[in-house]
T-cell receptor, first 114, second 111 residues
């Protein structure tokens, strides 16, 4: 296992289009998190899953955003009707709730909305 | 609501110097505190995790301390090297283990 994997690494889209990102966590990790990071800021929490259940969503996650984690494995984050303000780095992290809960992050997906 | 602050926002030091990065948090009811490194345009690399019951953790030239009562953590880097140049982020973990991050300290180590 090589760690948390995110795809794509970069995405450029036109305003109004829909985009979907994928995250593959470390295989034995049952918790999966999505964060968003804008330039010069620390990442901000968006949502998290324990296995396949989405247990918490931030106020930052508007109704244009939806996340899924079918079968408790990989996760997808979809943004509908993208806006320029959605331009950011989207980071995925995973951890295990019965180990030391250290969070490991992927390399992120850089979204640019033009 | 947890708030995390990192001071300074940027730091430039000559190679070989020892340095301390500071992190403060407002809610002492944390589960753990984690320090990360981020290179430009990249994801986050975990450096050290301190559980709420611990006072410090060490890894190589890095030492992180935690004082829950005062809401502070420090990351000490010994004998800094140009390869240490990056942004360092601290993050406090809440009850659901989601992380609240500071804005980071951008470190430049000059050769």
């Amino acid at each position: 296992d090589t760690g948390v994997s995110q795809d794509p690494r970069h995405k450029i889209t036109k305003r109004g289009q829909n985009v979907t990102f994928r995250c593959d966590p470390i295989s034995e990790h049952n918790r999966l998190y999505w964060y968003r990071q804008t330039l010069g800021q620390g990442p901000e929490f968006l949502t998290y899953f324990q296995n396949e259940a989405q247990l918490e969503k931030s106020r930052l996650l508007s109704d244009r955003f939806s996340a899924e984690r079918p079968k408790g494995s990989f996760s997808t984050l979809e943004i509908q009707r993208t806006e320029q303000g959605d331009s950011a780095m989207y980071l995925c992290a995973s951890s295990h709730d019965r180990m030391n809960t250290e969070a490991f992050f992927g390399q992120g997906t850089r979204l640019t909305v033009v | 609501k947890q708030e995390v602050t990192q001071i300074p926002a940027a730091l430039s030091v000559p190679e070989g110097e020892n340095l301390v990065l500071n992190c403060s948090f407002t809610d002492s009811a944390i589960y753990n505190l984690q320090w990360f490194r981020q290179d430009p345009g990249k994801g986050l690399t975990s450096l050290l995790l301190i559980q709420s019951s611990q006072r410090e953790q060490t890894s190589g030239r890095l030492n992180a301390s935690l004082d829950k009562s005062s809401g502070r953590s420090t990351l000490y880097i010994a004998a800094s090297q140009p390869g240490d140049s990056a942004t360092y982020l601290c993050a406090a973990s809440g009850s659901a283990r989601q992380l609240t991050f500071g804005s980071g300290t951008q470190l430049t180590v000059l050769p």
